[in-house]
Structure formats: C-alpha cells, structure tokens
C-alpha cells in the first residue's frame, strides 16, 4: 500500500495560513477522486477542498478549529496502490505539475513579490507543458480533474496596477529566465498525530454559531441531514427540549458567577483579522471625510410598491437598498472622483470607468464586501437579481475572493439594525463609501408659504465617506445630494 499525504494548497495573495473549519471525513472512510475533504476558511473566504486520492482515510493531521500553514500535510490516505520503488515521494496527481512550466500572464505564472499561486513546492506552468515518464502510479483522467480544482480553489485574478480605461484587472508577465521552483525537501521525522476522538462533528459554520450562542453541544446531537450532518432544524429542537435539561446544559448568570465564570477569549483569525488589518489600514492611510444629508424617501418607498406589483418582479426581493444602488450608480456618472484610486507608485489619480459596487454583508463569519461589477450598466431587474445572489452567498459564506477584489465603491446598511447613520471607514483602494441609516416615519415640513404643513414622511439619513485626497468637498456634497434627490424624486433619474 502507499500512505498519501494531502498538503494545503497555496491560497496565493500571500495568504500563509488557513483554519480547518469541518472535516467532512473521518479515519476508516472510504473516499473516492474529487470527495470533498475538509471546508478551510482563510481571510479571504471558505472554501471546500476535494481530495486528488481514491483510497481510505488513515490520519487527519489538523483538528478542527486548528490552523494549519501552507504547504504542511492535513490528512492522509492509503491509495491501495504499491508504494513507489523510486526515490520519489511526489503524490501523482500532482505530478502533471511538477513537469510543467508557467503560462505567461495567466495565475500561476509569477506573482507581485515572486509568489506563485499552485500548490506549495511544485514547479508552476509557464508554457505548454512538456511531459516525460512518470513515476510512480499513472495519473488517471479523474485525479488530474481533482488537482485541476485544487489547483483553482482559491485562485483570484490580482491585479500589478490598474490604469484609466482597463476594464480586466493586469497581470504580472513571469521573468524570461525564471529558474523552476526547487523541489521539497525530502520529509524529516514525522510530527505526533493529533488525535480526534469520536469522529469530526459534521456541522456548517452557521449551524455552530447557532448551536453556541444557545449553549447546545454538538457531539451530544445525531444530524438528520445527509450523511448524518447536523442541520438548523437539529439545533433548535435540542433548543426546545424541556427546561429543566436546558437549565443543566446553560448556567444561569448566578450560578456562573458562583463558579467563577472566566472572560472569554476569541481567536483573531480569518475574515475578522483581514478585516480589522484593513480599516487599520485604510483608517491611517487614506485620508477620511464624512459628509450627512436627511431626506424624504415617500417617493421611493411608493416605487417599491409598484415594482413588487409588477409581474417582471415576482419572486425577487426588493427593498429600499436596490433604488439606493441605481441612484449611486448614477451619481457616480457625475462625480467620477468617487469612483476612482489613488495609484502611489505611478502618482496618478486613476479614475474608472465601470462601478464595481461592493455591499457590505453581515455573515456569521463577519462582514464581507463583495462587488456587482458593472453595476453601471444593469437594468432594475438585473441589479435586483445581482444584489439578491450577493447576499444569499454571502450568508452562506460562499463568498469566493475574486468577488470581493476590485470594488470601486461601497454602500452598507446600517438601517437594518434601526441605526440612523455612522461614519463609514473606507474599504483599501477605494475611494468612497455611502452609509444608508433606517427609514422610518417622521414629521416633515413641506410646502412653503400659505401652503406650509407638517406631514409623516418616509425619512432617512445618509453619509458619505470619502478619500480627501481623490476628491474635495464640492464633489463628495455633489454626489450626495444627486443620490438625495433621486431617492426623494426617482423620476429624476431621468435626467441623468
């Protein structure tokens, strides 16, 4: 037999690291070409790793909740297939890139900083790839697939520099003399296997998030979903159980000081510290100017009404945040300042063509900023559809890393959770961002002169964040009083 040992792939964007979030196999299962393994989260996004090996599981290195570099082994399984007499240890559905050379300009030719996003320690693809006698058992068509899209898993297009006029973000063209990328060493004393008792809880981030803010312990549930993972439906019948066991499981705030209830400490990993890294980042380089304005939203609101009426939109959700988006996209047509990035090494203002308009989304992950691109040129309709696919994906932390690269502008919503308005901070790279507060009825004047009243109107608050250094004060007051006065009159959308 021969024992393979899987390595986490190379993320790329520098990226070192990942935490195991659920293994999806334990030791004893059988798994065949293309199984998913095991879901990794990094800061970028989580993503479902499939195994490039047909064989039984012997070993999981990494526990659950545990974070593993790059390039180090995480599971191991026996192929059944003879070991190699050989001195190779090179697994064979990885082979394919060890013999080939890196395709100029595409990913995984060199990377800004030399990185090249392929699995760690093989040589990546810079030409058409030229093979020679394999060593070792032969790749089959089903184990090359398998390391096609390991190899894709956390690939993202990252662009060198954009300029004025590129609508595809530019990649890095490889060195004409680069050297292949040198062999692993040959593997030293093998580390103590971590050990996992009683089999991997088979569970979904979200369904663990529930089932901890309720007190629930998941080794103690059976999962009725497929393949015996445990479902929302599991956590809040547990949830539901008699009081008294309820009280056994969750101590109440007495009983726990009596116990001596300790602070609890939360790991920073994943989205929270790519996130906090950047509004650290973005807070102390760009500098930030905020700018508010409350307006009357009846007319919008009524639009809404119609639109749900209609029969083009049935089925799609709609809200306030969709007409806020097209009224952006518009007045972004007039104050292009904000759509733009301040380029440091050319030392130029580059202003963009296309909006690429990320929305803030609150996930159990924490908050994720993916893009509609060409938010632009969408129709009602589609930008409705493209908003509701974020959302959905992102709740479900499907959120992949080239859809959350190249935003140009960015709205979030804090109206959700009943709040008026806030000072945005800027996501890094871009140059504006807009803070939509809850809509709510309010009096409001209207009319002037002998016609003057008071009146309960739909009524909103908006704030604008923006880079001082891509725009000044009459461009960011420009842009939102345009996004204003479209959601007061959306008729004028017209004129734009």
């Known amino acids: ?25 334990s030791v004893g299962d059988t798994v065949r070409v293309n199984d998913i393994l ?71 030719g060199a990377a800004p900083g030399g990185r090249v996003a392929v699995l760690v320690g093989y040589g990546p693809r810079t030409a058409e790839a030229k093979r020679r006698p394999r060593r070792g058992a032969p790749l089959d068509a089903a184990s090359q697939q398998a390391h096609e899209q390991l190899s894709g898993s956390f690939a993202i297009d990252v662009p060198v520099s954009r300029r004025a006029g590129d609508r595809e973000p530019l990649r ?20 103590p296997e971590p050990v996992l008792t009683g089999g991997a809880v088979l569970a979904k981030p979200p369904v663990r998030k529930l089932a901890k803010d309720l007190g629930i312990d998941l080794a103690a549930l059976s999962g009725s979903g497929p393949g015996g993972v445990i479902t929302r439906d599991d956590v809040t019948a547990a949830a539901a159980a008699p009081e008294v066991a309820v009280a056994e499981r969750v101590p109440t705030a007495a009983s726990a000081a009596a116990a001596g209830a300790q602070d609890v400490r939360i790991p920073v990993r994943g989205v929270r510290k790519a996130t906090a890294e950047a509004m650290v980042r973005s807070a102390f380089t760009a500098p930030h100017v905020t700018e508010w304005l409350t307006c009357d939203v009846t007319a919008t609101m009524e639009l809404l009404d119609r639109l749900r009426a209609r029969r083009e939109f049935t089925g799609v959700r709609i809200s306030p945040l969709l007409v806020v988006a097209k009224a952006v996209c518009l007045a972004l047509s007039r104050t292009p300042e904000l759509n733009s990035f301040w380029d440091e090494p050319a030392g130029e203002i580059v202003q963009l063509r296309s909006v690429n308009l990320g929305i803030a989304a609150n996930t159990p992950r924490g908050l994720v ?56 901070i800027l996501n890094p790279g871009e140059s504006g961002i807009l803070c939509l507060g809850q809509i709510a009825r309010r009096p409001w004047v209207r009319g002037s002169g002998a016609e003057e009243r008071i009146e309960p109107r739909w009524v909103t608050t908006l704030a604008v964040s923006f880079d001082h250094r891509l725009a000044d004060g009459a461009q960011g007051s420009t842009f939102l009083a345009a996004v204003a006065a479209i959601l007061a009159d959306p008729g004028l959308a017209l004129l734009f």
Do not use: C, H
């Not at 297939?81 to 013999?99: F, H, I, M, R």
């Not at 890095?172 to 580390?191: E, R, Y």
């Open 1 to 25: 037999m021969a024992i393979r040992e899987f390595r986490l792939p190379d993320p790329g964007e520098g990226l070192v690291e990942a935490d195991i979030v659920t293994w999806r196999v």
């Open 38 to 108: 095991v879901e990794v989260e990094t800061s970028k996004s989580l993503v479902e790793l499939p195994s490039p090996y047909a064989g039984t599981v012997t070993a999981l290195l990494v526990a659950e909740g545990e974070t593993a570099d790059v390039g180090s082994p995480i599971i191991r399984i026996d192929d059944d297939q003879a070991a190699p007499t050989g001195p190779s240890t090179t697994p064979p559905a990885l082979q394919a890139v060890e013999d080939a050379e890196p395709e100029a300009g595409l990913i995984g």
């Open 172 to 191: 890095a063209a490889p060195t004409p003399a680069a050297a292949p990328s040198p062999p692993l060493p040959p593997p030293g004393p093998a580390a």
């Open 369 to 424: 900023v993916p893009n509609i691109r060409d938010a632009q040129a969408l129709p009602l309709l589609e930008l409705a559809q493209a908003l509701n696919a974020l959302v959905a994906t992102a709740r479900e932390g499907r959120t992949q890393p080239a859809e959350m690269a190249q935003g140009s502008f960015t709205i979030t919503n804090v109206g959700t959770f009943g709040v008026d308005a806030g000072t945005p």
